[in-house]
């Protein structure tokens, strides 16, 4: 299996975290997802040893929630002692809820609205990261008329390509985050945030894409960081305290992609920094990251159910199942590719290759094309793995239908942490 966390037991069903995925669709109903709290715990406490191996103190990993939001999780990532990124105040709401200390919080996005800013100050958010200087003002004028004065850090664009889907690429110059370091944006922002006294200029952030599995981009982004830091040192006597890197840490959606190693990537990018640091006299900033995918990408899986098969002479075979794009757009917005099995044939090989779609009408509703598969039948269970980032946060009542639930695992044992939409709750809202 392409993930420690997979299994088969004795019936030959796919397992995660020791539970039975045939049983936990039969007691829930499909579609579902599971999620594997043990692998999503682990993972922090790998980031968490990491950063207090490598880092200077204070330095920490924030899991950036995007990736997977609903009050459950802010539990666990609280109770994991790693800080959560919010980028909609609708996040934020969810993680208060939550009971998550929403000074461990950093508040993102493009566009915040005024509403926005006055809701994460009163929530007393841990750091704003200020995309532009529009921005910059609105929170200082904010922090001023509610008497505060805010934590931010500016989110700078380092001009990197680090070879992703362009979708996902957001550290080069062309991109609607954040200000460039190489067209001056950058420096010209942090003399206004030092000039303005609403705000506390923190340090600076960047986030270069997603799905990088070479360290070599990061430690770039890391050195381009900590050299911009110590130009405006020189030019105007400003260090900044703390330097976040973003997220983007690569997962394995199939067999051939190389996962990186956690331990060894934080320390080539705490060597590039110290490296700078040490040749620039100065000291070694506290180190932020935000790995969201990397947190709970493998410990997902949705279980659906097999309808109708059909195979179109001289073309291929089509499989249905009862979710799809409403469950995992993924595919239809990126080509994504996962990895299928029939979970209750687990043990079988497999025999052909299948397209898999969903049930929405729409010819692009496909979870994934030519994925090898176990002979489906009607009836049969079909698991796709690795739907922890990116799936129940991206999903929508497309064609009216209900969003799926989520049930947690941990040492074998299932939980339900969100129960399954029902036709009333579609309706709401509704007069
Ligand atoms: C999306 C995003 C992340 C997380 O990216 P992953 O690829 O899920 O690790 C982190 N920080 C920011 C600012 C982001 O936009």
Redesign the pocket.
């Known amino acids: 299996m392409i993930h420690d966390n997979y299994g088969i037991n004795e019936k030959g069903h796919l397992t995660v975290c020791g539970a039975d995925t045939v049983s936990l669709a039969d007691k829930y109903g499909t579609p579902l997802y599971i999620l594997d709290e043990d692998l999503v715990r682990a993972k922090c406490r790998e980031y968490k040893a990491a950063f207090e191996k490598y880092f200077p103190s204070g330095s920490r990993p924030f899991f950036?929630s995007?990736?997977l939001s609903y009050v459950g999780i802010y539990r666990i990532i609280a109770d994991e002692g790693l800080g959560t990124?919010i980028?909609s105040p609708g996040e934020l709401y969810t993680a208060i809820k939550a009971g998550f200390p929403t000074d461990n919080t950093c508040f993102?996005g493009n566009n915040k609205t005024d509403d926005d800013i006055e809701y994460g100050i009163r929530s007393g958010v841990g750091y704003f990261?200020v995309d532009c200087k529009e921005e910059l003002y609105a929170v200082n004028d904010t922090a001023k008329r509610l008497g505060k004065v805010q934590k931010i850090l500016l989110r700078l664009t380092p001009g990197i390509d680090p070879h992703t889907f362009a979708a996902?690429n957001?550290g080069r110059i062309d991109s609607k985050f954040g200000s460039s370091i190489d067209t001056g944006a950058a420096e010209e922002i942090t003399k206004t945030a030092l000039s303005l006294d609403g705000i506390k200029l923190c340090g600076y952030?960047c986030?270069i894409g997603?799905?990088i599995f070479e360290s070599e981009p990061f430690c770039r982004a890391a050195g381009i960081m900590t050299q911009f830091s110590a130009l405006i040192k020189k030019k105007y006597g400003y260090e900044a305290e703390i330097i976040n890197l973003?997220?983007?840490?690569g997962v394995r959606y199939y067999d051939g992609q190389n996962e990186p190693d956690t331990d060894a990537f934080i320390k080539e990018i705490s060597d590039t920094i110290r490296g700078v640091c040490e040749k620039n006299g100065m000291k070694f900033p506290v180190v932020f990251m935000?790995?969201?995918?990397?947190i709970v990408g493998a410990a997902g899986v949705t279980v659906y159910t097999v309808g109708s098969i059909k195979t179109i002479p001289g073309f291929r075979t089509y499989v249905s199942v009862d979710g799809g794009m409403p469950d995992n757009p993924r595919y239809a917005l990126y080509a994504s590719r996962y990895t299928a099995v029939i979970a209750n044939k687990a043990s079988e090989p497999c025999v052909d290759e299948y397209t898999i779609a969903g049930r929405c009408c729409e010819s692009g509703d496909l979870i994934g094309e030519k994925m090898p598969l176990q002979r489906a039948e009607r009836g049969d269970k079909l698991a796709v793995l690795v739907t922890g980032?990116?799936n129940y946060s991206m999903a929508s009542n497309y064609n009216r239908i209900p969003k799926a639930p989520i049930v947690t695992v941990s040492g074998g044992i299932d939980k339900l942490t969100v129960k399954r939409e029902s036709f009333e709750d579609l309706t709401h809202n509704e007069f």
């Not at 935000?290 to 990397?294: A, H, K, N, Q, V």
């Open positions: 950036a995007k990736a990124d980028v993102h990261v996902v957001t952030h986030h997603s799905q973003g997220g983007g840490f935000e790995p969201g995918r990397s980032a990116y």
